[in-house]
């Protein structure tokens, strides 16, 4: 009950405060499993994604998390944990586990989720290079619908560095969904997938 109660002021905190648009561009809101990917600038991009879902993809959409960050203090695991669902990933390789495993048993479970595949922020204005999880996971599970977004003007509400938000009319655009082409390389689909996030900055 306190963690639906918290969700439903933390959603009318980020719309206050970011205006949360969606904006569906060939792939309209569906209750099929999906991993969405898009650019990554801020570490409110997990939060301002999941905000512009409607409630019903909201509730099976789980964002993937960086562990290091968002368990480092009791708030922020909570706020993962109980709102979010969220999947914690290690940014760093191990010997005893593979970063993309939370992933896979999420996938495996029947979820959806919100990928950044750049795997760390930028600070350019347009994606880094993907890195190869997406490939990955698009060769392992071939049923699931791969759907880009571009997630603008979040980097403004919360600044590298600042600590208190700063309303900004912000927008995630969803765009037409990518597959892997049969024998397709790894860095042509990450190259395009990229390209397809990309091109929503201007639509």
Not at 92 to 106: N, S, V
Not at 124 to 151: C, D, H, M
Request: neutral net charge.
């Amino acid at each position: 009950m306190l963690a639906k109660f918290a969700s439903f002021l933390l959603l009318g905190f980020v719309r206050l405060l970011t205006g949360a648009q969606a904006r569906w561009y060939g792939s309209p809101p569906k209750a099929e499993q999906r991993i969405y990917f898009a650019n990554h600038q801020s570490h409110a991009d997990l939060i301002l994604l999941w905000a512009s879902l409607p409630l019903e993809l909201r509730s099976r959409t789980r964002p993937i998390a960086a562990k290091d960050y968002w368990t480092s203090s009791p708030l922020r695991r909570w706020i993962t944990t109980e709102i979010f669902n969220a999947v914690y990933v290690n940014r760093q390789r191990t010997d005893d586990q593979d970063p993309l495993e939370p992933l896979i048993q999420a996938l495996e479970n029947g979820d959806s989720i919100i990928l950044f595949p750049e795997g760390t922020r930028g600070h350019t204005g347009e994606p880094q290079p993907f890195k190869s999880g997406l490939y990955n996971l698009a060769q392992r599970f071939p049923e699931v619908v791969l759907v880009p977004a571009w997630i603008n003007n979040v980097q403004r509400v919360m600044p590298k560095g600042e600590v208190v938000p700063v309303p900004i009319l912000c927008s995630v655009t969803f765009g037409a969904p990518v597959a892997l082409q049969p024998d397709e390389e790894r860095h042509a689909f990450l190259e395009r997938a990229r390209a397809a996030v990309l091109a929503l900055r201007d639509v």
